[in-house]
């Protein structure tokens, strides 16, 4: 019978960190398209609606990205 690894208590204290902010970057992108997409729906026009969410989209990963790669210098 197996059982479940017990969990590693001094092994990489920054990667624990480091999948939290992953997490949280992801959920938020996740949170963007769902809200976007509902909104789109009540605002009418489709296409005025599909540009305005992947706008908004482009500009948050452009963001995202720009945050991570100024971390690592």
Same mark, same amino acid.
């Given at each position: ?8 208590? !001094?092994?990489?204290? #920054? ?28 605002? #009418? !026009? !489709?296409?005025?609606?599909? #540009?305005?969410?992947?706008? &908004?989209?482009?500009?948050?990963? &452009? &963001? ?10």
């Amino acid at each position: 019978m197996r059982t479940a690894p017990e969990p590693m208590s !001094g092994a990489a204290p #920054g990667a624990r960190s480091a999948n939290r902010k992953t997490a949280l970057v992801l959920l938020s992108i996740a949170i963007v398209f769902f809200v976007g997409i509902i909104s789109t729906k009540f605002m #009418g !026009g !489709g296409v005025t609606g599909i #540009g305005v969410m992947g706008t &908004v989209v482009l500009l948050f990963l &452009v &963001v995202a990205i720009g945050r991570n790669l100024r971390s690592k210098r």
